[in-house]
C-alpha cells in the first residue's frame, strides 16, 4: 500500500478544494456543490470562502442565489449552519440528521430528552407551514405544548428533526439579526452514506473515516461503508486512507500561492489529522474559545498567521499576523497583493485602503 507524504496530502487537499489554482469553470453555484457545503455560523465568511477559490466572483450573484434558494444556509455538517445547495440539501438531510440529532442531546442532555418529541415536532410542523418564522416565535408557540421545558432545548430540537433553512434575506451579506426559519420540501426518504462519503472524498481527499466522520460529526461509520472499491493508501502515521479511483494525487512540490482563509472555513475543520493543513503549534492560535475559528492565510499551503478587516473612518485596513516571520520576499510579496484585492472586495465603498504586515 502507498504511503502519502504529508506535503502529497496537502497539495491534494488543496488542489480539490481550488486553492493551487483558482477556478475558472464552475460558477459560485457550482463550486457550492463541489466543496458540498461551506461553514456558514457568520454569514459573511462563506462568500470570502468562494472568492478565495474563484478566479473572479460577483457578491450579488452568491446573494441571488439564496434570495431564489437554490442555495441554502441551514443546519447541517456538525449540526452548525453552512451554505449548501437545494439539491444536496434535500438529497443528503437524511444522512446528516442522526448528526443533528445526537448534538441535541450533547448540548441539552436531560433537558432535551424528557420534551414530548412527537408532540412537538408535529405542532412546529403545523407552524412552520403557515411560512417562515423566527426561532423566538417558534419558542412562544411551542411553549404552550412544553409549558416546563427548556425554550432554547425545544428550539433545537425543531431544528434538528424537521428540515429547516434561514429565509432571505437572514441568510445574505451583511444581514444580522434573527434570521426567519422555513420548511425545506422535497427531501428523500433515505440516507446515502455511501453517496456523500464520495462527494467527501472529491473535494477533501484522500481521507480516512475518521476524517469523515469529523466532517459530518456522525460516529461509528466504519462498519457501514463499503470501502472495497476505493483506492486505498496510508499517511505517515500509518493510518488507513481512501480515495476516488479516478482523482489523481498532486504533486508534493506543486507550486501553492498565499491564500487567505475566512473564518470557520472547512479546510480546517474537516480532518481528524489537522496537519495537513495547520501545525499542532498552531491550533491554539486559531481555534478560540466558544468554537470559533478565525480568519488565516496559507504559505506554501500550511497555515502561516492570521488577518482581519477594520474599518475606521473612511480606510480600510487588512491585517496580517504572521505566526512566525515570512523568509521569503515572494510569498510576502503575493500575500500583501492578495490582500489588497480582498479588502477591496470586502469593503467597496471604503475611500482609502491599506495592508498592515505586523
Avoid at 480600510?316 to 499576523?321: D, H, I, P, V
Wanted: glycine residues 6%; charged residues 25%; proline residues 6%.
Amino acid at each position: 500500500m502507498i504511503t502519502l507524504s504529508l506535503r502529497t496530502l496537502n497539495r491534494t487537499t488543496l488542489a480539490r478544494q481550488r486553492l493551487l489554482q483558482r477556478e475558472t469553470d464552475l460558477d459560485a453555484y457550482e463550486l457550492v456543490q463541489h466543496l458540498v457545503a461551506l461553514q456558514a455560523q457568520v454569514v459573511n465568511p462563506p462568500y470570502i470562502g468562494l472568492w478565495t477559490r474563484m478566479a473572479k466572483l460577483r457578491r450579488d450573484t452568491v446573494t441571488q442565489y439564496l434570495r431564489e434558494t437554490s442555495i441554502l444556509r441551514a443546519p447541517f455538517l456538525r449540526s452548525t449552519l453552512h451554505f449548501i445547495t437545494l439539491r444536496d440539501y434535500q438529497a443528503f438531510y437524511p444522512t446528516i440528521q442522526p448528526a443533528l440529532i445526537r448534538a441535541l442531546g450533547s448540548f441539552f442532555g436531560q433537558k432535551g430528552k424528557s420534551l414530548p418529541k412527537e408532540a412537538l415536532i408535529a405542532a412546529a410542523r403545523e407552524l412552520m407551514s403557515e411560512g417562515s418564522h423566527t426561532m423566538m416565535r417558534i419558542k412562544t408557540e411551542l411553549a404552550e405544548v412544553a409549558p416546563e421545558g427548556d425554550p432554547d432545548a425545544i428550539a433545537y430540537l425543531v431544528r434538528s428533526y424537521l428540515p429547516m433553512h434561514h429565509a432571505p434575506p437572514g441568510c445574505m451579506w451583511g444581514i444580522g439579526g434573527s434570521p426567519a426559519y422555513k420548511l425545506v420540501s422535497g427531501v428523500v426518504d433515505k440516507p446515502n452514506l455511501l453517496g456523500l462519503f464520495k462527494r467527501y472524498l472529491a473535494a477533501f481527499g484522500p481521507a480516512s473515516i475518521k476524517d469523515f466522520q469529523v466532517w459530518t460529526g456522525l460516529t461509528k461509520l466504519k462498519d457501514l461503508i463499503d470501502t472495497s472499491t476505493f483506492v486505498q493508501y496510508r499517511d505517515e502515521e500509518g493510518r488507513e486512507l481512501f480515495d476516488l479511483p479516478d482523482h489523481p494525487l498532486s504533486d508534493a512540490d506543486m507550486p501553492a500561492p498565499p491564500r487567505l482563509i475566512p473564518e470557520y472555513d472547512n479546510l480546517l475543520l474537516s480532518h481528524d489529522l489537522r496537519t495537513r493543513v495547520i501545525a499542532d503549534e498552531y491550533r491554539s492560535k486559531v481555534f478560540l474559545s466558544a468554537g470559533r475559528v478565525i480568519g488565516t492565510f496559507l504559505i506554501d499551503g500550511f497555515v502561516a498567521g492570521s488577518w482581519k478587516i477594520t474599518v475606521k473612518k473612511e480606510t480600510a485596513t487588512l491585517t496580517l499576523t504572521p505566526f512566525a516571520p515570512i523568509t521569503h520576499n515572494a510569498d510576502q510579496e503575493q500575500l500583501v497583493a492578495e490582500s489588497d484585492q480582498l479588502v477591496r472586495w470586502v469593503e467597496p465603498h471604503a475611500e482609502y485602503y491599506q495592508v498592515k504586515l505586523v
